[in-house]
């Protein structure tokens, strides 16, 4: 499968290494005939709250394997904290997991399970006492020192897996989709912890998920994955406002992915041959030249007296509606583009009702231009 063509040098990689504490370089995986990482070329800085994000099977996990040393790479080099780490086995790189089943021991209280990894180490029971307590009280905790881990909660095991990770400070603290197995509430709760705890101890965490919007809400940077394919790695706002891929326009956030060229007066026309519209036109097209649009469901409205809706589309039918309490959103059918996606607050749709017509106004600002890529899957 093709590299990623639309990204120079190498995606992900910081060339000033002065403050890095992970770099993979040219890394690759295979399994037997099945290659789970293309080739990956990335740098983490010390001190950043970095996710990895993307469908099952898109290859973080073997990453996260790669990084603790469970799955050596097939080729290519992994460094952490300037130490040369391909061969090197769990035991003897700084870097612990935190797994989704918390992978507590039952046999120990929790003040037990904490001061594994320092017993483990031969410390003192003075210095073993302190740090522990301060972990315990660092996560909320302290109070339930002495109590088996089946008296806990999910969350509350949840609070002790991170304390005991924490404890020996690694390099690295990679997470594993640690919050999947929480209710809605609590996942939400924790998450708030996370990000306090990655902060107060300055401790790297690389986070695994394919939740988009918990890696948007909590990290510095993202690297999306797909197909064992690095997509694009920035921060969250430019994840969701620059994507480099039509896959990462997709997976982060919903959006409207419509595929054309330029005519000659600079108008975006559909490969349908449809009807064309404004956009933002950032001079890296030539006309005749095919890529992709990407519009977010939320930057589309039913009625503006605003000049810069400069786009309209009209005779849009609505198809479903689905309620989320404060917003709308809402499947519609137009002749120009086929299916469109629109969200609304409640009050701007609250009278609007499935086989409505309605006419549709974006700005031509909206619209992302994504160009068509060796990474793009159909």
Do not use: W
């Not at 180490?121 to 089946?150: C, F, Y």
């Not at 993202?222 to 430019?238: C, F, K, T, W, Y």
């Not at 701007?348 to 231009?369: C, M, N, P, Q």
């Amino acid at each position: 499968m093709a590299r990623i063509k639309i990204l120079t040098g190498k995606v992900g990689y910081m060339e000033n290494n002065q403050h890095v504490v992970l770099e993979m370089e040219g890394v690759k995986k295979q399994y037997g005939s099945y290659t789970a990482i293309q080739h990956l070329d990335l740098s983490i800085r010390r001190g950043e709250f970095f996710s990895i994000v993307g469908p099952s099977g898109c290859g973080k996990t073997t990453i996260l394997k790669m990084i603790a040393g469970f799955e050596y790479p097939t080729s290519g080099s992994i460094r952490i904290a300037g130490k040369s780490s391909d061969r090197l086995p769990p035991h003897k790189r700084n870097v612990n997991t935190v797994f989704q089943n918390y992978a507590l021991f039952p046999h120990m209280n929790i003040y037990d399970n904490v001061a594994y990894p320092m017993r483990i180490k031969k410390m003192g029971k003075a210095t073993i006492q302190k740090s522990v307590m301060e972990h315990l009280d660092m996560v909320g905790m302290a109070q339930h020192a002495h109590k088996a881990p089946q008296q806990l909660s999910g969350g509350q095991k949840q609070r002790i897996a991170l304390a005991r990770a924490m404890i020996s400070r690694p390099d690295i603290l990679l997470l594993d989709e640690p919050l999947s197995a929480l209710d809605f509430h609590l996942r939400q709760d924790m998450q708030r912890v996370l990000k306090q705890l990655q902060r107060e101890s300055g401790i790297t965490f690389v986070y695994i998920t394919h939740d988009q919007g918990e890696a948007l809400s909590l990290s510095d940077r993202i690297a999306v994955m797909n197909h064992g394919i690095l997509q694009q790695v920035d921060s969250p706002a430019v994840i969701y406002q620059k994507p480099a891929t039509k896959f990462v326009a997709g997976f982060i956030g919903k959006t409207n992915i419509l595929k054309g060229v330029f005519d000659a007066k600079r108008l975006f026309v559909l490969s349908s041959g449809r009807t064309g519209f404004r956009i933002r036109d950032e001079g890296a097209y030539e006309a005749g030249h095919e890529f992709y649009i990407s519009l977010r469901p939320d930057k589309i409205r039913f009625s503006s007296k605003d000049e810069s809706y400069d786009n309209c589309i009209r005779g849009a039918v609505i198809a479903d509606v689905a309620y989320y309490g404060s917003e709308r959103e809402m499947m519609l059918n137009t002749e120009e583009c086929g299916p469109l996606l629109v969200k609304l607050h409640e009050h701007d749709s609250a009278d609007l009702t499935v086989g409505e017509k309605v006419d549709l106004y974006f700005r031509s600002e909206d619209v992302i231009s994504i160009p068509i890529s060796g990474a793009d899957y159909e």
